[in-house]
DNA sequence: TTCGGATGTACATACGTGTAATTATTTGTT
DNA sequence: AACAAATAATTACACGTATGTACATCCGAA
């Protein structure tokens, strides 16, 4: 039995089998010829001492230690945490174990990821700089994009999911058209700035590009943006159902933000979906429980965690990723007619 | 510039700025005397070339990798997410990372996070083994356990961290009962049976105790159990709503259980909270946007996240670890009188 | 001068592993 | 029986770092 804080190590499963530390080694790693003999002593010992490599030591010999680290912005979304769930279903069973990290645009946290011994990283994030992600790029870091959003500048050897946020949302506009709304806002966290520079974000991109398509003219009045809180949020939303220029349909960011525009219109005492329409994006639980029912649109995430882990395992073997598109799948409930 | 793939050692350093390697291992840990002239050359070199030290090599020389690994049963709860929030804010203070990880209930998980360098873990989980946390306890692991259930057989350098569970649904129920209620009922995940046996899970003892204390009989019309999805729930709640046994207050695991069991008693057409009482537990995000706005128990976040680092920092100077005890915050909303 | 201490540098080793190169042993073939 | 080939086990080194120990220099005090 090992003794507290003293796990063993090779050479003690080597003493007890009376074999040399290499003889336990190749068993470990069965990648040489070992006597039937041998092998089983040195397994029984390894059973009766608890030994197991130290994968630190092994990700020093540049081995790998099967982590796959999942760095996203706004981890307190439920949307990071089921899509965590679906990471690690596919991801164990392959013998990679993932965890999630809250982004920080900060060099000491790219160093740091860096200097760690994972095999990859999964980025979703719309703060960390573009030059940051380049720098794990080009250290040879195995990095998979969730895209929410261009990384223009971003090249080399890096693995892109378009989840199918864009054409999501083009779809969302165009259901709310069609079913006769014709003065469609969009809700965002960020400020319409920040978006407006360049039409980087995806889901702004898409409203924008959508709405364009159909012949609106965008203006001010068509987003509500820089929102940071519940109250904040809800408060704008009244003044926009309550003034003057007409509001038909909000097409929100996600789920956690319709929900509140959806709270704000009913407080307004609009209808909906008779006289407003509302749609989120990610079928959160929440949009699931709240009445009326939240019309949503919903990633398919299983899919994305096993696109993420394909290209993962391609980078991982050497060969150049590819990309991979997904789409997105309308959910209707009672927001929207 | 570094190479592609060929992240600089610090022997590349020691030979650009013309020292010896020690030289500049003592320059960046600061622990010698080291010459005002060469420790510039040496942060030129270092700044040049990028260089930052590889922390695996570091690990392996026991220095510990600044890492702290939160390890949570159900990832894909918005509280986990949350709470990795609040103990990712904290933690890089203190110069900590913080990653959280689904747990498995299976050997190969714990040899694997033994023999990754963390520097300490922080478990919430009712599905992991008592044994296997306390093997990582027996491997001079810091552990810190967010109890939400006994771990009765758990000895050794564990510290314990008491969110007030207990205390808070035995809150929930005196305040039902003060309102007026004399049939309440426990919504749980788990089947009661895993919980009858020993009453282990906090939340379900503090409901039985306090019950018993206020002179009620539990029955099995005291719980609804073991529903693992939306529909399975809902339709417990109504068949138990629509039966003869009376109902007028349901006590919920947490919010997510209690938003179905929230529309399953509307759907019923009952009037909450006259009829009925529904009260939660987080104070999660879709407890404030339901209607009726949902009722519920906080945690303290922020104070668990700072408990778990001051016991994360005493156990790694190697005091020996206390408990903490905190508490929990009643938020009144509109399903309880 | 001689010694002690303070300051600065370098060497050598260790952490626990993987594996190429090497040597020892067995097997197979003529 | 002899020798090549296949197999088995060992030796030796490397990964990138931290640090005990040893060595070297310089200054001031005895």
Redesign the pocket.
């Given at each position: 039995m090992p003794r507290k804080g003293n796990?063993p190590?090779?050479?003690d499963v080597a003493d007890l089998a009376g074999?040399?530390?290499?003889?336990v080694?190749?068993v470990?790693?069965a990648?040489?010829?070992?006597?039937a003999?041998?092998k089983k002593r040195v397994l029984e010992a390894v059973e009766k001492l608890h030994?197991?490599?130290?994968s630190i030591?092994?990700a020093?010999?540049?081995?790998g230690n099967s982590h796959i680290l999942f760095i996203a912005d706004n981890v307190a979304n439920n949307y990071f945490g089921r899509l965590l769930q679906e990471l690690d279903g596919v991801a164990y069973n392959k013998g990679y174990l993932v965890s999630l990290m809250s982004a920080k645009n900060d060099r000491d946290f790219i160093n740091r990821i860096l200097s760690r011994q994972v095999d990859a990283v999964i980025i979703s994030s719309a703060s960390l700089a573009e030059s940051y992600v380049q720098e794990l790029v080009d250290n040879a870091l195995p990095v998979v994009l969730l895209m929410t959003r261009d990384y223009a500048t971003v090249h080399g050897r890096v693995a892109r999911i378009y989840t199918g946020i864009e054409s999501g949302i083009m779809a969302a506009v165009r259901l709310l058209h069609e079913s006769g709304c014709r003065n469609l806002v969009h809700v965002d966290r960020v400020s319409r700035q920040e978006h407006f520079s360049s039409r980087q974000d995806l889901r702004f991109r898409g409203f924008c590009n959508q709405m364009e398509t159909l012949g609106y003219q965008l203006s001010a009045d068509s987003f509500i943006t820089g929102c940071h809180d519940y109250d904040e949020l809800f408060e704008a939303v009244c003044r926009r159902v309550r003034s003057d220029v007409p509001v038909d349909g909000f097409v929100c960011r996600n789920d956690d933000l319709a929900s509140i525009v959806l709270n704000a219109v009913l407080a307004c005492g609009k209808k909906v979906p008779e006289e407003i329409s509302v749609i989120g994006f990610d079928n959160s639980d929440t949009s699931r429980v709240i009445r009326p029912a939240l019309s949503t649109i919903a990633t398919d995430q299983k899919a994305i965690a096993e696109a993420a882990l394909e290209l993962i395992d391609a980078m991982i073997k050497g060969q150049t990723p590819g990309e991979k598109h997904l789409v997105t799948r309308m959910v209707i409930r009672d927001t929207t007619r």
């Open positions: 796990t190590t090779r050479k074999v040399s530390e290499t003889i080694s190749y470990l790693n990648n040489r010829y070992v006597s003999d041998k030994y197991r490599p130290n030591a092994r020093l010999k540049g081995k």
